[in-house]
């Protein structure tokens, strides 16, 4: 089995590299090559995709990035801004050559972790991070069985926005929906993403990546979503609302305008995405009759003790949240990309 690096420029063997993406149950819509262009270009980041292959075809994909920063530490991910990641396999063999890849890199790098997003456990003796789960439910061919699915208290929040007379677009720029995110963060007292990258997402991915705003009949955006289209799912990904929104049930209004839509395209999941444990979006995926799904997101620690916690709920980030908040938001804006790069 001989593990090779994917070059940016290699369009032949990045399109071979996506048929096999394609074909793979293990591979995720973040196993897609256009993530290393992306994750170079917006972030900055240097991007080391590798795939194992033996009689010229491609047994297994590992796509890493690897993110130095004085505050978040030094890592090699797979893969940043990405809920799922890991490696993506037709055999052990393929698996296990490009996990050692990725663990002589790791080494050659001087990183302090290298740490692998799996949606299966795959290392029993590394350490796993437990504080995310994932939510994602089958899509019923009949629009009104899945409408009757959804759990009573819920429905009558779906319904509260059509009887306001709501009204779902597509976008094809990202400007209403980057307003409403970057708001909804700034909020939450973490900073954004930058436009760019949400920009870029549109452009690189296409008809597969797509926006959804939800206005009043009057054209007052509410809320938005940013969703990836993979093989037969969709996955509502980057999300942001007005303040106003729960008024009208606008957020509850636009994911089920959202699985209305893939149920008449014919899509069969509704990944629903990544939520801590016990927070409010965790509550509000399990209202509509989710089950959540346990994400294993394993370490390998070279000059750590433990689980770096990069994330809201870290107490030590307290204070530079509430600052945050309190921040103007064209301030925020102005900064917060360069805060985000290195948070992944």
């Known amino acids: 089995m001989e593990i090779k690096r994917l070059a940016l420029t290699d369009t032949a063997n990045a399109a071979r590299w996506d048929a096999f993406v394609l074909a793979c149950p293990e591979a995720t819509f973040f196993h897609r090559a256009a993530w290393q262009g992306i994750l170079r270009d917006v972030f900055r980041h240097p991007v080391y995709f590798l795939y194992a292959e033996q009689g010229g075809e491609i047994h297994g994909v590992l796509p890493l990035a690897h993110i130095k920063s004085r505050l978040f530490g030094n890592s090699l991910i797979a893969l940043p801004f990405a ?41 029993a003796d590394w350490p796993t991070q437990d504080l995310y789960v994932t939510f994602r439910k089958a899509i019923l061919p009949d629009v009104e069985a899945n409408m009757l699915a959804i759990p009573r208290k819920q429905r009558a929040m779906v319904r509260k926005g059509i009887n306001n007379g709501l009204i779902a ?37 296409g008809d597969d990546c797509e926006i959804l705003t939800v206005t009043t009949p009057e054209g007052q955006p509410l809320s938005s979503v940013l969703s990836f289209y993979f093989r037969d799912e969709v ?47 965790y509550s509000f995926k399990k209202n509509w009759g989710f089950e959540p799904q346990a994400l294993h997101y394993e370490y390998c620690l070279y000059k750590r003790d433990s689980i770096p916690q990069n994330n809201p709920n870290n107490a030590k980030y307290k204070l530079l949240i509430e600052a945050w908040r309190r921040m103007p938001i064209s301030l925020a804006n102005l900064i917060g990309p360069h805060i985000v790069r290195n948070l992944g």
């Open 235 to 281: 996955l509502p990904y980057y999300a942001g609302d007005d303040e106003t929104a729960r008024n009208f049930a606008a957020n509850d209004f636009k994911y089920w305008e959202l699985m209305r839509r893939s149920c008449e395209r014919g899509l069969k999941v509704f990944d629903y995405g990544r939520s801590k444990v016990g927070t409010g979006p």
């Open 169 to 205: 677009t597509v976008d094809r720029k990202s400007d209403r929906f980057f307003k409403l995110f970057a708001d909804n963060v700034h909020r939450h007292g973490t900073p954004a993403l930058p436009k760019r990258y949400f920009d870029t997402l549109l452009q690189v991915f």
């Open 83 to 123: 809920v799922y990641g890991g490696v993506a396999a037709s055999s052990p063999e393929a698996a296990s050559a490009l996990e050692l890849e990725a663990q002589s890199l790791a080494r050659k790098l001087d990183v302090d972790h290298l740490e692998f997003r799996n949606t299966k456990p795959r290392h």
